[in-house]
């Protein structure tokens, strides 16, 4: 797994690009939110986090799945993304899974030492398996 950066922004590549740094725990305990079509952990991954009509809190530790909609995209406000970003952030998430994130709210999570995760076209849960095994496989060199 290669390392570059993209303005300022940490970015790991291979299959998939995780912008920030590496997630704040290194045990087993983890808050993953990912941004969904629809309130299902079989559902889509939304295009981009600040569009994404609903939002799953996924914690490893207990293995339970917290779910919220953020309501019409029409009725979105042009900073709707940060709201959530906030909103996310209060709920203690480590980590955020999405097609794509706005510069405001990558620079947002970075600050929060919060990992950010791009994936294309695939369902919530298996991007969540493939964010964790990464993850995992990232431990065991440390």
């Known amino acids: 797994m290669s390392r570059a950066s993209v303005g300022g922004i940490k970015q790991y590549v291979p299959e998939r690009c995780i912008y920030g ?4 725990k290194r045990g087993c305990e983890m808050r993953v939110a990912i941004a969904c079509q629809k309130p299902r952990l079989a ?4 295009a981009h986090f600040g569009q994404a009509p ?3 809190i996924y914690d490893t530790k207990s293995e339970t799945v917290t779910k919220f909609a953020s309501g019409s995209r029409a009725k979105m406000p042009r900073d709707g993304g940060l709201n959530v970003a906030v909103t996310l952030l209060a709920a203690n998430v480590d980590a955020v899974i999405a097609g794509r994130f706005g ?3 990558a620079e947002f999570f970075d600050g929060a030492d919060v990992t950010l995760s791009r994936v294309s076209s695939m369902a919530g849960s298996c991007a969540l398996d493939q964010f964790l095994r990464q993850r995992e496989d990232r431990s065991h060199l440390a």
């Open 21 to 24: 740094r590496e997630p704040r």
């Open 43 to 46: 559902s889509d991954v939304a």
């Open 54 to 56: 609903a939002y799953i």
């Open 103 to 105: 510069h405001r709210v």
